[in-house]
């Protein structure tokens, strides 16, 4: 006897939300099972309440029952009820199914009979293909997709079982609607041999309960005689008809993967096909192919047809473009997901089984050319594969393998419900409870169901992201780097395909590289074997990947031997990252750091890598340049550091811990150290000499190519006569170009006193006074503009002082200029963008002389402050940037034309840099194709773009709004 209280209770626990509702449905007016109110007189009744407590959703599972077993009422044949009180597979199967799919209860409910196929022992197989006709098709086709659902919910088959079962029933279903459409179209079936190439998942037996069949359809004529087109017309008819019945029986049968898409014919030929992928196709269609196999209609053809394609699929990698395309395809597929989907998608979002799948599809392309193994359909099979030959690491292998179990599964639990395609995790406290319980989870008092399927999730999702970031590289590392090459399982072949398809364009070479640093069993080997998965995945990513492995390796080499050198890669996390950020994308800073390996040790710390300011750059040079009495011992020393300097500030803005204006900044406060320290070497007597930046220099805007524009000025010692003075300062001026022009392997530090008076043909050194005279007489419009960016650099500070006094009174005239100056500016302009731009170079892409370019923003601005420097103090500044905030604060320019130059300035600016640091030496000119434009979107590090004609696109538009604003404001302000 059960009291009240404990009846209340053995619901509860049995999982009941709604005890009353329960109590009702089993009570007499119900199912009959139990006596009102006190206890179970049914036998097999406390078992199916065990059956209820096993359900994901008991009340579910009770109310479809209850309506199963009144339907069979009404219509007289009540079964159901006694069959699940005493057969108890039978009972497992029924509850489970009805307490997880609410459709297929709905069935049963409407189809009254059909639950005996849950009594059938025999192992599961598709029966579809023996309906004659629609309703009958549909009607086996959900009894054989019933027993599947009971087998996977009672039967501890697992799920490539399940999924291979669901395959052979689509491919059942796709033969017996073929052959519904050839009875229907007699004509038709005769005059074509047809082909049904199953695809996508139901190509890879891993078809899902509610999924779209992927289909590829080839057709040849019946006869060897026989009219091509008249043939492929009747397939299309068919074909189509074979979609419709699908379609009405159990879901969509989607064409679209075939050559050309849904604009391409829905037959094809076998040769068409080849003609078709030979010439046109894309990587991914290749990738499709992966998962191809004839399903239905004649298999002959089909498996022909297969055969055919195999040499071509198989050569996919090898295209230049395969693996950077797949790439792009995952990461358009995961744009796709709708933003506050992304985190519960299970299919497409990060962490989910897209990732497996393109991960896997990406190793079977590169790696299946000469390892047939690997040619699987499945991803399972196919990651088995790849573990079993060593090119996934066994616990990785594992870990994806779990992964894709666990997915797959959350996603049938999902489509099981309502039979209903859906990729995506509830957000609803209720539908999730539901959903961790249909997955087997329960809840107890230090475990609750939904936060241990949510763990489960986080762990098998971030197991995924993460291996998906690194399985390109690790099989390279299992199979070459670890391996004795006399134990190796692969060909050579295969590990240069292998490379190759990671990026590198010498494969053999990348492999001598990585035989070398990985060889024996020293320590050394053993940490370069931990490190290089990491460095390899970097230098994959970079355009030239071969540069930055080579690069890689003679640093290591220089310093393999010091101590402390794979310690600071493989303890400081940061700097085998940015070392193989650095070596893969910058020649510029490679080759300073195959000069000075000991900066490796700025890369461990942020705080390292911010620039120095210049009055402490000034000691350091300084004092180096002091430790030595030979000038030319001193020079190298003082380079050593300017080497030193240059490879931090390249490192920060590689890192993206500077902006544009700060790097400019920090390379101006390098050349103002070295030159102080250069002209101290060069001045021992102390002649009164100043160094007055000019240019890039002088309004602290350089960038990597940028000269050192000076003027040297002299005030003569008093009781000097004037001619001695100027001899002594002029020897010292070119002592220190001297010093400064000797060859060495660092970037060259030209310089230019091209902005002097007179130009190249006035004297080298001026006095102060020689300059106030010429200024006051002789003085032309481009010198005041010249003057605009003059600022003290090194030297006698006074003397630099009085002459910026001086300097003021000529680039900020008072009254500003006249209209004839205005013109001759103009004009001087016009023949600067006539003449300077060098024969061939591409106006549009030229980012110091270029359309919209960086001497198009600085003039507009110049002339600007020329103008109104003498009344508007904020332009009285060297800086670029400042004097067009200042103009637009003024009111001097409209602020739309403002930010378009800005923009134009920065961005040209940012760009000249990156060039020089992909290519290691000066360029001005942006290609518009190629390694260097991919390694210049690299080096910006604009995440929004994927595409580096996107960012080619980006820059001309950017320069065409800046030159428009050139021309509103230079040309007729």
């Not at 209770?9 to 329960?22: E, I």
């Not at 196999?293 to 022909?304: S, V």
């Not at 993206?656 to 102080?676: C, I, N, Q, S, Y």
């Not at 001759?824 to 003449?835: L, P």
Request: aromatic share 6%; hydrophobic share 45%; net charge neutral.
């Amino acid at each position: 006897m059960t009291r009240p209280a404990s009846v209340a209770a053995r619901l509860a626990r049995c999982g009941f939300a709604d005890g009353a509702r329960a109590r009702e449905l089993l009570g007499p007016q119900g199912l009959g099972v139990w006596s009102d109110p006190d206890h179970l007189p049914v036998d097999g009744a406390e078992a199916l309440l065990d059956s209820f407590a096993r359900a994901a959703d008991p009340d579910l599972a009770l109310l479809q029952l209850e309506r199963m077993v009144e339907a069979e009422r009404r219509a007289g044949q009540p079964a159901v009820l006694d069959a699940a009180l005493s057969d108890a597979p039978l009972r497992e199967r029924l509850i489970r199914v009805l307490g997880t799919s609410a459709s297929l209860g709905d069935y049963l409910v409407a189809n009254p009979g059909e639950w005996r196929v849950f009594g059938e022992t025999e192992p599961v197989a598709p029966i579809a293909g023996d309906a004659s006709d629609v309703p009958a098709l549909r009607r086996e086709y959900r009894r054989s997709l019933l027993r599947i659902v009971a087998a996977d919910l009672t039967d501890g088959v697992d799920l490539e079982q399940t999924m291979g079962d669901l395959s052979a029933l689509a491919d059942a279903t796709l033969q017996a609607a073929l052959a519904i459409a050839a009875a229907e179209q007699p004509a038709q079936a005769k005059a074509c041999r047809l082909a049904v190439i199953a695809m996508g998942k139901c190509g890879g037996r891993e078809l899902n309960y509610v999924s779209d069949v992927d289909v590829v359809f080839v057709a040849e004529p019946a006869g060897d005689d026989g009219d091509t087109d008249e043939a492929l017309r009747a397939a299309a008819d068919l074909a189509s008809r074979m979609i419709h019945i699908c379609g009405l029986v159990a879901w969509p049968v989607d064409a679209a993967l075939r050559p050309e898409g849904n604009r391409g014919p829905l037959a094809r030929t076998l040769a068409s096909h080849l003609a078709y992928y030979r010439k046109w196709a894309k990587t991914w269609e290749f990738q499709a192919l992966l998962k191809a196999r004839p399903a239905a209609g004649d298999r002959a053809l089909g498996e022909r047809w297969l055969a055919e394609l195999q040499p071509l699929i198989w050569h996919a990698a090898e295209r230049p473009e395969a693996v950077d395309e797949v790439r792009a395809m995952r990461r358009r597929i995961v744009d796709a997901v709708p933003r506050d989907e992304l985190d519960r998608e299970i299919k497409r979002g990060p962490g989910g089984l897209r990732d497996i799948e393109f991960a896997v599809q990406l190793l079977q392309l590169v790696h299946g050319r000469v390892d047939e193994s690997l040619r699987s359909p499945s991803t399972l099979e196919a990651l088995r594969a790849l573990t079993d030959g060593g090119y996934v690491g066994r616990a990785d292998g594992e870990a994806l393998g779990k992964a894709y179990r666990f997915l797959r599964t959350v996603e049938h639990r999902l489509q099981l419900q309502k039979l209903r395609r859906t990729h995506t995790v509830p957000d609803d406290p209720a539908a999730l409870r539901w959903l961790a319980h249909a997955l087997g989870y329960t809840s107890g008092p230090r475990r609750d169901a939904v936060e241990a399927f949510h763990a489960d999730w986080t762990r098998h999702a971030g197991d995924v992201r993460r291996l998906h970031a690194k399985l390109l590289y690790r099989p390279l590392l299992e199979a070459v780097a670890r391996v004795p090459s006399d134990e190796l399982r692969l060909t050579p072949e295969a590990a240069g395909a292998r490379l190759k398809a990671l990026g590198f364009a010498d494969p053999a070479g990348a492999l001598r590289h990585i035989q070398a640093l990985t060889g024996g069993v020293s320590r050394t080997a053993l940490i370069q074997r931990q490190l290089l998965p990491v460095l390899l995945s970097e230098f994959a990513d970079a355009p030239e990947p071969d540069r930055g492995l080579l690069a890689y390796r003679q640093v290591s080499e220089k310093l393999g031997s010091t101590p402390w050198y794979l310690r600071l890669l493989r303890d400081e996390g940061p700097v085998a990252m940015r070392l193989a950020r650095l070596l893969g994308l910058s020649r510029y800073a490679t080759d300073l750091l195959s000069h000075d390996p000991e900066a490796l040790r700025l890369l461990a710390d942020d705080t390292e890598l911010a620039p120095r300011s210049t009055e402490a750059l000034c000691d350091g040079f300084l004092a180096a340049a002091a430790r030595h009495a030979d000038p030319e011992q001193a020079i190298a020393a003082v380079r050593a550091l300017r080497r030193r300097e240059l490879f931090r500030v390249a490192c920060a803005d590689l890192l993206g811990l500077l902006d544009v204006t700060a790097v400019g900044e920090a390379l101006a406060g390098v050349t103002d150290a070295t030159l102080a320290a250069a002209l101290a070497i060069a001045n021992p007597a102390g002649v009164p000499i100043t160094i007055i930046g000019m240019g890039r220099l002088g309004s602290a805007e350089m960038s990597y190519p940028s000269d050192a524009d000076v003027l040297f000025v002299y005030e003569p010692p008093a009781g000097t006569p004037d001619d001695a003075a100027s001899a002594a300062a002029h020897a010292v001026a070119e002592e220190l170009r001297r010093l400064l022009s000797m060859p060495c392997p660092d970037p060259p530090l030209g310089v230019d006193a091209g902005l002097r008076p007179e130009g190249r043909q006035g004297p080298l050194v001026r006095s102060l006074d020689a300059y106030r005279r010429y200024y006051a007489r002789w003085s032309k419009v481009w010198e005041s503009q010249a003057l605009l960016r003059a600022r003290f650099v090194a030297g006698d500070p006074d003397l630099g002082a009085r002459f910026l006094r001086l300097a003021d009174s000529v680039r900020y005239p008072a009254g500003g200029l006249s209209r004839e100056q205005v013109t001759e500016i103009r004009r001087i302009k016009a023949r600067v963008d006539s003449e300077r731009l060098p024969r061939g170079a591409d106006p549009a892409t030229h980012t110091k002389l270029g359309r919209g370019g960086l001497a198009d923003v600085e003039w507009t601005v110049q002339l600007l402050q020329l103008r109104h420097g003498h009344d508007v103090a904020g332009l009285r500044t060297t800086r670029t940037l400042e004097a067009l905030s200042a103009a637009t604060d003024a009111r001097l320019i409209d602020a739309g034309d403002a930010a378009a130059l800005a923009a134009g300035w920065r961005l040209a600016s940012r760009v000249r840099n990156a060039l020089t640091l992909v290519r290691g030496r000066p360029v001005d000119q942006l290609p518009r194709h190629g390694v260097d434009l991919a390694g210049v979107v690299s080096v910006l590090g604009d995440t929004t773009v994927e595409d580096p004609q996107e960012f080619l696109e980006e820059y001309l538009r950017t320069a065409r709004r800046a030159r428009q604003a050139v021309e509103r404001v230079f040309d007729a302000g």
